[in-house]
């Protein structure tokens, strides 16, 4: 119900706190008259309802004055005034049921503080059996236990539990409301942030879990600025949903019923990243395409770690590193074994890779020199571990194919096929390179183009940094053409920031004021995703642990995929700050 108002005759607005509105019956009432009312009330429209509109006004100025509505309304104000002294005839009672009220509330506070505790970690809940002062009643009620030798309240609680005296909020039916309420709450907070950011990327991995189900992984990134304005890159886990269709199209579907659910608008989606499986990134049927199609501004990012792990398992097939196994013996010495025969190696890939990490100008060029000198090194090299070996370092010899040509056919028979080095310098070691080249940096490049403006800003004279943000205004709408003339005085002030620090400069100096148009671009270009992040893959790994530990008990089996929901929320830790900072 809505509260109304009236206007003086010297326009000064009172409220009625006596009138209120029903959205259900479409009426309005006077909520005094209706405790209060003498059994004849002139005015029993105000009590039943009353819904005429066009009397409204005439009605209420009448019913103002009348003297039921008043001594009604002294009655109802006498009483609200006893009840907050404590002065009514059941005060006793009242203050029986603050006292039971409270003790309650310390009671479910207790309970599920513990609940938090163990989901943040990853522990199991339950044990073999529920019962009280049992060694094997699980992790909870053995929580709940030791903090009730230093609790009276607690302990209290469990006595009257274990006699059967009261409900205790112990079984596994009222934890698995507990769990689904606590995740709502997390989801609901979530998703307040990325609507109050507006601009969001999305990050989705699928994969099977121990029971053979396609479980699809979804995670949200978007800029938090709720903390004193220091704005921060947040990525959110938002669910595991079970997924029967692993199409595009099914994959496409599973997405945007997730995001549907949070009440999040596709429209403001700027980016997209996923594995580079066919369904995900295929250019006629993947989700990126099916994506963009609804939301053309979703800019695509393969995952830049699955591409380089799918490009050298395909490039070379040879004895890679593994992790040192705590169990299994023969994974020990398959880890031993990489070492042993692969240690100079290791050591300068390790070199150079100490050299060059963290910018991706360096590896860009490292690889063109690499393509250009590096063959002649490396066929060297693999000359003596052939002699080494007691192998031929020479290529062998292939039976040339006849090549049919026809009389007005005057291209070249290929004359590299003749020469077996030549061969294989063009058709494996240059394809090697220039795939690797491709992958690492080609998906990046759209992206580097269109925000050279941000990336490049101090090394660009001003005629360029207009260029650039001209057509940056021209292919978006989340911006407006005044951002050409923010952009170089800008430049200037934010001269040796980063991204990030760009943006919280502006926000925390009230300068987002003055350049509104720039801070909304920096927003849109740090929720852009460099790779799917290592939450999903968490998320997964407690998707399996979850499993393995529910394995064997029906009860808990038949109810998992409910529960594991708000599990995954908890111990994904419902925000995870952090993140790549952009150059």
């Known amino acids: 119900m809505e509260r109304q108002k009236k206007k003086q005759k010297e326009m000064e607005k009172v409220e009625r706190d006596w009138l209120l509105y029903s959205k259900n019956t479409n009426k309005v009432y006077c909520f005094a008259c209706k405790l209060y009312g003498e059994a004849k009330v002139r005015d029993t429209c105000l009590v039943a309802g009353y819904n005429n509109w066009r009397c409204l006004s005439k009605t209420l100025k009448h019913h103002d004055t009348s003297s039921s509505d008043i001594n009604a309304y002294l009655m109802w104000k006498e009483m609200a005034s006893h009840l907050h002294l404590g002065k009514t005839i059941d005060s006793e009672l009242q203050r029986t049921m603050a006292a039971e009220k409270s003790h309650w ?4 506070t207790r309970i599920i503080d513990c609940i938090l505790f163990l989901a943040e970690r990853n522990l199991q809940l339950r044990g073999k059996n529920s019962q009280l002062v049992n060694p094997k ?6 929580i709940l236990e030791l903090i009730a030798r230093y609790d009276v309240t607690l302990a209290e609680h469990l006595r009257k539990a274990a006699s059967k005296q009261t ?40 994969t099977h879990d121990i029971s053979k189900l396609e479980q699809g992984s979804f995670i949200i990134r978007y800029i938090n600025t709720e903390e004193k304005k220091k704005v921060t890159i947040a ?3 938002v669910g595991f949903t079970a997924v029967k269709d692993t199409t595009g199209k099914g994959l496409t579907h599973a997405l945007t019923g997730v995001l549907e659910n949070l009440g999040l608008d596709l429209a403001n989606c700027r980016g997209q ?9 295929g250019i006629n049927k993947g989700v990126q395409v099916l994506i963009q199609q609804r939301c053309p501004e979703a800019l695509f990012i393969p995952c830049c770690s699955h591409s380089l792990n799918l490009l050298l398992c395909d490039a070379f097939v040879y004895i890679t590193l593994k992790p040192l196994s705590d169990t299994r013996c023969e994974a020990k010495l398959d880890s031993v074994k990489a ?9 300068d890939a390790l070199h150079k890779l100490r050299e060059v990490a963290g910018d991706s100008k360096i590896v860009s060029e490292f690889l063109l020199k690499y393509r250009e000198k590096g063959f002649q090194k490396s066929l060297d090299i693999a000359g003596k571990i052939a002699v080494e070996m007691d192998a031929s370092p020479e290529f062998k010899e292939k039976r040339l194919r006849k090549q049919k040509k026809f009389p007005d056919d005057n291209s070249c028979t290929g004359n590299h096929e003749k020469e077996p080095t030549r061969h294989f310098k063009c058709m494996v070691f240059n394809v090697i390179v220039h795939t690797l080249q491709q992958e690492l940096f080609s998906n990046f490049q759209l992206m580097a183009e269109k925000f050279k403006f941000i990336t490049k800003m101090e090394h660009m004279t001003k005629a360029e940094l207009e260029e650039s943000v001209t057509t940056y205004a021209l292919t978006t709408c989340d911006v407006s053409i005044d951002i050409i003339q923010e952009i170089y005085p800008a430049s200037r002030l934010l001269k040796g920031y980063k991204a990030l620090e760009k943006l919280n400069f502006l926000i925390q100096e009230n300068l987002d004021l003055v350049f509104p148009n720039l801070t909304v671009a920096l927003r849109v270009f740090l929720t852009m ?16 642990q979850l499993h393995s530990h529910t394995s064997g008990n029906p009860l808990i089996e ?25 150059q």
């Open 105 to 108: 509330r310390s009671v479910l």
């Open 137 to 142: 009643n699980g992790n909870f009620l053995g």
């Open 167 to 206: 409900t205790g909020y112990l079984t596994w039916c009222t934890l698995n409301e507990f769990l689904d309420s606590i995740s709502e709450c997390i989801l609901g907070k979530i998703s307040a942030q990325i609507r109050a950011s507006k601009y969001f990327a999305v990050e989705l991995e699928c």
């Open 235 to 237: 990525e959110s886990f």
């Open 273 to 281: 990243s996923y594995d580079n499986g066919s369904n995900m990134r």
């Open 339 to 347: 070492i042993r025969f692969q240690m100079g190696g290791i050591l």
């Open 529 to 544: 995703p460099l790779t799917v992040n290592l939450t999903t893959a968490r998320c997964m790994s407690r998707s399996a």
């Open 558 to 582: 038949s109810d998992f995929p409910n529960r594991i929901y708000g599990l995954a929320n908890q111990d994904a830790g419902w925000v995870c700050p952090g993140v790549e900072k952009r």
